[in-house]
């Protein structure tokens, strides 16, 4: 088949999976890829069954909100083409929209250096990681121990397998460090909590496979984004009120000074010619330095998102968020 009648037949494949399976364009494209190449021996129900998901918990995930942004028809954009072009995600976490779209040239990166590590091994070296998860017991004195452990001393098998433990067995999936950066999260109760998580981890490596993941503050990896680019933003979020901040993922804050630096690099970025989209609280601070910039075509979503945002169970409210668009 000659490489024109093969990307007919991809779009067509792809617009066909786009209607049938409900997925979206980004990730009907690349199964169709899959599939023309030979690469689907199941066909692509089976791939969206058994599609990798993020392997951790995390606060802030986007999971429950991509449906929104979809039917706010923002997400993905129509104008970004991912054979061209690529996506970044410079505030990674847990990774819900980068699992959701699987581009084929994603940028994935994170100030929180276990937490990159993590993703590393589990690119690069998962039947380790797995094996070392295998050994993890669920139990509080196991837990107090191996928290107590200094990343530092550790292999990066070891700092991947003891981060997703972590985050398996402690309170709520929390991440929080102390002044120090020790990681501070009680045990959790949970009843029988899935530490190793097999098929989704293999399946995890696999999406990671064509990524570059880095350590890095946001800004510096935005340099090298360029027109045509996709890029979601995800920071911690401005909190709704001061009590209710819970934005701890590093030892460092992210407040109005920090805020308006990303507001301005997400100006730079439309500048640029880039597809940005950014998430938030729906908060007066927040409304007021995107409203600013508004003129250049810039809007304002509101989103529903119920999700929790405090801690402590009695202080929980459900928040709203905005979804900030250049196109
Ligand atoms: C709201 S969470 C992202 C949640 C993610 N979208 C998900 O679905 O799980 C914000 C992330 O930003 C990271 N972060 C905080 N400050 C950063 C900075 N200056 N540069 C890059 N990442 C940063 C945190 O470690 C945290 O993982």
């Known amino acids: 088949m000659s490489a024109v009648t093969n990307d007919a037949v991809i779009k067509k494949a792809a617009k066909v999976y786009q209607a049938e399976f409900g997925i979206n364009r980004i990730y009907a494209h690349v199964l169709a890829v899959k599939n023309v190449t030979g690469k689907l021996p199941l066909g692509p129900s089976h791939a969206i069954a058994h599609k990798a998901k993020p392997f951790i918990k995390w606060v802030g995930g986007k999971r429950q909100l991509l449906k929104q942004f979809k039917e706010l028809g923002l997400y993905p954009p129509d104008g970004f083409d991912p054979v061209r072009h690529r996506y970044f995600e410079p505030f990674v976490g847990g990774g819900a929209v980068f699992f959701d779209l699987e581009p084929e040239k994603a940028y994935l990166s994170d100030s929180n250096a276990e937490l990159v590590t993590t993703y ?41 397998s003891r981060f997703i433990f972590l985050n398996r067995a402690g309170f709520n999936g929390m991440y929080r460090v102390n002044k120090s950066g020790k990681f501070n999260i009680p045990f959790g109760r949970h009843s029988n909590p899935l530490i190793c998580d097999v098929e989704n981890l293999r399946k995890v490596s696999e999406t990671l496979q064509h990524t570059e993941i880095k350590v890095a503050d946001y800004k510096k990896v935005l340099r090298y984004a360029q ?101």
């Not at 380790?128 to 200094?150: C, F, G, M």
């Open 120 to 160: 590393k091994v589990i690119r690069d070296d998962v039947g380790s990681l797995i094996k070392s998860l295998k050994k993890h017991r669920y139990e509080e004195k196991y837990y107090y121990k191996v928290r107590a452990q200094d990343p530092v001393s550790l292999s990066d098998v070891e700092v991947a």
């Open 227 to 327: 027109k045509g680019d996709f890029i979601y933003l995800d920071p911690p979020y401005y909190p709704v009120s001061k009590t209710a901040s819970f934005t701890a993922y590093t030892a460092e804050e992210f407040l109005e000074k920090e805020q308006i630096e990303l507001r301005d690099t997400f100006l730079e970025l439309h500048k640029r010619g880039c597809f940005v989209m950014l998430s938030n609280s729906d908060t007066p601070f927040i409304n007021k330095i995107y409203t600013e910039i508004k003129d250049r075509k810039i809007n304002i979503h509101k989103i529903k998102a119920g999700r929790m945002i405090n801690s402590d169970a009695s202080k929980r409210g459900k928040i709203n968020e905005v979804l900030v668009t250049n196109y």
